[in-house]
Structures are given as C-alpha cells and as structure tokens.
C-alpha cells in the first residue's frame, strides 16, 4: 500500500480506512446464518448491507465516477439489488469482494489529486452533480460508511448482542 504524497488524501483516506475496519470489525465472529439474518422490518442483512457497500459505493463512486471505468458505468443500470444476496453466495465472498473493492479504490484514490473533477456523473440517477471532485466524493463515501457502520452496529447488537466500542 503506496501513500499519497498529499496531506489531505492521506488525512481523509485515514478516516474512510477507519470507517472501512469499523465495517468489517462489527461483524467478525458473525456465523453465516447471522450474517444474514434480518434484523430490521425492512428485511435488510449484514451481507447484504456490506455488498451495498462494496458494489454501489465503493465500486460506483471510485471506479466509475472519479475514474470513468467504462466496464463499470456499463454495468451500472444491469446490477440489480445489491442489498440481495442470493443464498448460494458464500459469506467470504461478500466480504472479499468489499476488501477488494476497497483496495481499487485505494488506488485510485492514491493516484488522483483531491481536485480533480470527475470523469463521469450518473445524471439518470442524481440529475445535476452535487458532488465534483475526488475531495467531494471521498467526503461523501466517509459519511455513508459510517452511517452504515452505524446501522451494522445496532444489527450486531440486535443479532448476539456485541457491541464495537464500549466506555466505561
């Protein structure tokens, strides 16, 4: 793992690395049956909630919004539900699919400058860009990580009643 010579691409890949071992972390020790088990009404699971993570934020937003990978832009209306995880997918592999997502990610990230524009913008899914440089996207991709952190924590603790980080 190259560093980024910039300052602020190293501060911000620190804190999306953070959210990215918090995801990860809340869910080690889970069986495969927890891991995708419904907690929420709204039928939602582990699995499913880490290859959202892996296919509509880290894939989406760095490979084909900053860096304009044709393979990706293409396959992006053609994905389906990524919060589905069909039962005859192993659990290792969602989770390496995120670790590898996040990786490519990485690279790219290391290899763009914070200002540079973005090579493509879903106008179909977003109309107008409210996002527009690779500073706005890292922002962007740290806040919902950690959001959903968040949510894996309330299901961890709903599943077998751990909790990630506890003071006393």
């Known amino acids: 793992m190259t560093a980024s010579p910039d300052p602020e691409i190293r501060t911000l890949l620190s804190f999306l690395h953070g959210q990215r071992r918090h995801v990860l972390g809340i869910l080690d020790g889970l069986d495969t049956d927890a891991l995708r088990q419904p907690v929420l009404p709204s039928g939602w699971n582990c699995l499913g909630l880490v290859q959202h993570l892996a296919l509509d934020v880290e894939r989406f937003w760095f490979r084909a919004v900053v860096a304009g990978a044709e393979d990706v832009i293409k396959s992006v209306d053609d994905d389906g539900d990524a919060w589905q995880v069909g039962r005859e997918v192993p659990a290792a592999e969602i989770l390496d699919r995120y670790r590898t997502e996040t990786g ?23 109309g107008e860009p409210h996002l527009h440089t690779l500073r706005d996207v890292l922002l962007h991709v ?27």
């Open 104 to 126: 490519l990610a990485d690279t790219i990230i290391r290899a763009t400058a914070v200002d540079t524009p973005l090579a493509w913008w879903p106008h179909h899914l977003f």
């Open 142 to 168: 740290i806040t919902e990580t950690a959001c959903h952190a968040g949510h894996l924590d309330a299901a961890r603790e709903l599943l077998d009643g751990r909790r990630w980080m506890v003071l006393t």
